[in-house]
């Protein structure tokens, strides 16, 4: 099996900085994509950002210009770096993984998800 576990959440004050991270660990597996959505009380999950294996990148409109995704593909590890942060930007965030596991795949895969919350 395949486990992803993040860090890096926490309580920041608007216009703060966190970086949460993400590594995907287990045997006979590659990630075609990662990346992170988040989840708000009372709401959907939504995307936040997502990464290939090749790199191509895609933001909600929301955060683009203030968080930036990056990976490391030969440690299964993807960070998020969100600057300028706003209350409304508080919410469970979850790391998700595009697996392919021993050539079968891609199944979807998520992580228990870090608290992130921003004080006004």
């Known amino acids: 099996q395949v486990q992803l576990v993040e860090s890096g959440g926490g309580l920041v004050q608007a216009g703060g900085s966190l970086r949460l991270s993400c590594a995907a660990s287990g045997s006979s597996f590659i990630t075609n994509a990662m990346g992170w959505y988040r989840q708000a009380p009372g709401n959907q999950r939504e995307l936040v950002a997502t990464?290939?294996?090749?790199?191509?990148?895609n933001y909600a409109e929301s955060v683009k210009g203030r968080f930036t995704i990056s990976s490391d593909v030969a440690k299964n590890t993807v960070y998020l770096q969100m600057n300028s942060l706003k209350p409304e930007d508080t919410a469970v965030y979850y790391c998700?993984?595009?697996?392919?596991?021993?050539?079968?795949?891609?199944?979807?895969?998520w992580g228990r998800g870090t608290q992130v919350t921003v004080s006004s």
């Open positions: 998700y993984a595009g697996v392919i596991l021993r050539g079968s795949g891609p199944y979807a895969h």
């Open positions: 990464i290939t294996r090749i790199g191509v990148t």
